[in-house]
C-alpha cells in the first residue's frame, strides 16, 4: 500500500522561506508513470493545487505561486520536496503531498500544518 | 486562476439522493475528461472519490456517481448515510496544464 508523509517545520517566519519534505512507501517515486505533487488548504478554506514533478525531473507550477515556487526529488531516497520562499501570513495552511497518476490524485500524505508568524 | 463553483452546502435525509454542482468553462470542466471528485473530513485528508468524471476507485461506494454536462460536473450520492457528512470537492486539469479546484460543498445529513 502506497504511504506518503510529509515533515518540516511547523512555524516560519514572514519573509522566510518554507520547506517541506514528502516522504513516500510502498513504492518508488522512480516506478510511476505520473506524478508527485503539494496541494495545500488555508485553514477553513478550499484546496488550492501548488505544482508537481514527474520522476524525470520535469516540473509543473501554479502561474499564481511560480515566481516563489521550486519542487524537487531525490529518486534514491524516494522522497520529494517542496521550497516556497518569501512566505506571509498568506502561506498559512494545511500543505499535503499527493501521488497524480493522470488528471487526479489517488494517495495523499495526512497533511502537515505551517504557520507564518513570526 | 479562477476556482469551479460549487454550492456552499447541501443536506439530504438517510437514504435519500443528493447532487451537487461544479460549475466551470470550456477551459476546465466543459473542455476535459480529468475531473475529479474528494470527499474530506473534519481533520483529515482529502479522498478520493470520482475520477475521469465517472469512474469511481476501487473501495469506494457504488452509491457515489459522477457526470458532467457541458461546462457542468456533478457528484450525485445515492442512499445518503451519515458517514457521507463531509465536504466535498471537485477539481478539473485545465488548458493552461493546471489544476483548479471547487470552492467546496458542506453536505449535512439531516
Known amino acids: 500500500q502506497l504511504q506518503l508523509q510529509e515533515s518540516g517545520p511547523g512555524l516560519v517566519k514572514p519573509s522566510e522561506t518554507l520547506s517541506l519534505m514528502c516522504t513516500v512507501s510502498?513504492?518508488?517515486?522512480?516506478?510511476?508513470?505520473?506524478?508527485w505533487g503539494w496541494l495545500r488548504q488555508p485553514p477553513g478554506k478550499g484546496l488550492e493545487w501548488i505544482g508537481g514533478?514527474?520522476?524525470?525531473?520535469?516540473?509543473y507550477y501554479n502561474p499564481s505561486l511560480r515566481s516563489r515556487v521550486t519542487i524537487s526529488a531525490d529518486t534514491s531516497k524516494n522522497h520529494f520536496s517542496l521550497t516556497l520562499t518569501s512566505v506571509s501570513a498568506a502561506d498559512t495552511a494545511v500543505y499535503y503531498c499527493?501521488?497524480?497518476?493522470?488528471?487526479?490524485?489517488?494517495?495523499w500524505g495526512q497533511g502537515i500544518l505551517v504557520t507564518v508568524s513570526s | 486562476q479562477s476556482v469551479l463553483t460549487q454550492p456552499a452546502s447541501v443536506s439530504g435525509s438517510p437514504g435519500q439522493s443528493i447532487t451537487i454542482s461544479c460549475i466551470g468553462t470550456?477551459?476546465?470542466?466543459?473542455?476535459?475528461?480529468?475531473v475529479s471528485w474528494y470527499q474530506q473530513h473534519p481533520g483529515k485528508a482529502p479522498k478520493l472519490m470520482i475520477y475521469?468524471?465517472?469512474n469511481r476507485p476501487s473501495g469506494v461506494s457504488d452509491r457515489f456517481s459522477g457526470s458532467k454536462s457541458g461546462n457542468t460536473a456533478s457528484l450525485t450520492i445515492s442512499g445518503l448515510q451519515a458517514e457521507d457528512e463531509a465536504d466535498y470537492y471537485c477539481?478539473?486539469?485545465?488548458?493552461?496544464?493546471?489544476?483548479?479546484f471547487g470552492t467546496g460543498t458542506e453536505v449535512t445529513v439531516l
Open positions: 470550456s477551459s476546465d470542466v466543459g473542455g476535459y475528461k480529468y
Open positions: 477539481s478539473s486539469y485545465t488548458s493552461s496544464n493546471t489544476y483548479v
Open positions: 510502498g513504492g518508488s517515486i522512480s516506478g510511476s508513470t505520473g506524478s
Open positions: 499527493a501521488r497524480r497518476p493522470l488528471g487526479y490524485w489517488d494517495y
Open positions: 514533478i514527474y520522476a524525470v525531473g520535469t516540473t
Open positions: 475521469d468524471v465517472s
